[in-house]
């Protein structure tokens, strides 16, 4: 099983992407089963997100909270901290959104990608970074899953920033 | 049939309007909010043509859809928690009343401490009002559950209103890719709501009328009556999904590995699957571990119980509920059913995921090695034993 755990702050689509990438999962495919869930509670602009996604090739059925991720995926490097690691498999790894870059993660300046395609946030620019790193999905199924799940008139930007993120990363 | 990642609540109201509701009353609480809105969203896109209703509380969505039922039409409603025990006093009308309204019920835990998160003790607290209790497991369930609610409740021979429980967040907002049917499938398998339990001008006659101690009890033991029916019913109904959609389900409970198995755990709700996965992880251990899932708490289901626990070295009932100053009402439950029957295995009650709290798979392992070694007779996860007076 694979799993990813999302962070971002509420508004910037961490769960989004948590779920778009539950979606792509079996977008092509009856025998692939994603399950993907925010972190429960109330909603608040601007407060600390979790999101997580699970795939495996037969039915999720662990529902708890991801303790061992394969990929720690952050939107907002202000919520990266080192004891995140804990929260890592031993060949887990850490992407973070951020022009800087963080000892035993791998730094992408992804808010400049959202920029240029008039995107108030960087969540399926992260959703590229993870597919372009893991490949856990391809990125046509990550496209489809945007053409599925997200609405029409944000479609074409955020395809278009995914699938220069994924391309960052092949570069 | 097509295929869509959607949360549990989300599952639901696609099944709810595959199955046509002629009047839906909503009241929003966290975590139902989502399955009425979607609803909504659906009357106004004109995906499905009812009577949305907003009403001012609970108490009134009942209301609502009792006076929609009594007028002859499909009702539909959806609550939670404090949502349901507001209500409280209208789930006995509609039972008395023999209307048959199906109600989404995502299981949150009761206050105070005031809490939003997942348990069961809301809807387990109102097993005695007269409805039909289902617990479903994960979102397809949810959805396939929401078309065949209908079809149970409104049988003759039942007549009976339908209580579909989701547990808070862990499946009402979780999400999974589901099947979602046809509504030529749904139409074949749900034909239109006819009753003559309703107000008809043409054929005036009384209705939800008083009834004094000489014939009182006679209604009473009809209602019974109507609910032990149910289980017939559940049983046809699940036999004609299966034949139209191709899912199998296996009626009042579903069981898992239990054939050989010396220890069992009886549970309910969407924590069963972590259930599943751990017995398999023992038995690859050498220990003889099953599970045993109540997908109906009403009507209850006595025989199956007992003739999966007859030969358990142990068993235990893992439920998000705990009856003050006794034990688990699933616990008590399940005990009666194996006295009536003369099972005389040993029981443990666990009582977890209180106010939304964590099982894990670590937490289900312990129950397993705590009812082979013997424990307490009542165990609270996360705090240890009470000796409960034993």
Known sequence: MNEIIWLGRGGQGAFTAAKLLGAAYNIDSDDKYGLAFPSFGPERRGAPVRAFTKLDTKPVVDRSQTEKADYIVIIDDTLYSPQLRGLLKDSGKVIVNSRNSIDGALTFDGDSIAAEFRLPTANTVMFGLLVGHSGVVTSDEAVKAIKGYMPAKIQERNISALLRAVQEVAE | MSKKFLSGNEAFAEGIRLARPQVISAYPITPQT?????LSEMVEDGSLNAEYVHVESEHSALSCAIGASAAGARAFTATSSQGLLYMAECLYYAAGGRFPIVMMNADRSTALPWNIYGDQRDSL????SGWIQSYAENAQEALDLALMSYKIAEDKRVQTPYMANLDGFVLTHTYETVDIPTHEQADKFLPSYETDNRIDFDNPKNMAFSAGPDTNYIFKYKEHKGLLAAREVISETEKKFAEIFGRKYSGLTENYRTDDADYI???LGSIAGLCRETADKLREQGVKAGVVRIRYMRPFPNEEIADVLRNVKAYAVLEKDISFGNEGTVFTNVNSALKKAGVDAKGYNFIGGLGGRNISAGDIENIYTSI?????????????GEDNGK
């Open chain 2, 372 to 384: 082979a070694n013997g424990t307490d007779a009542v165990n609270f996860i996360g705090i240890g």
């Open chain 2, 265 to 267: 755990i009886v549970t």
């Open chain 2, 125 to 128: 607290s109102q097993l005695d």
């Open chain 2, 34 to 38: 989502i399955v009425v809105e979607r």
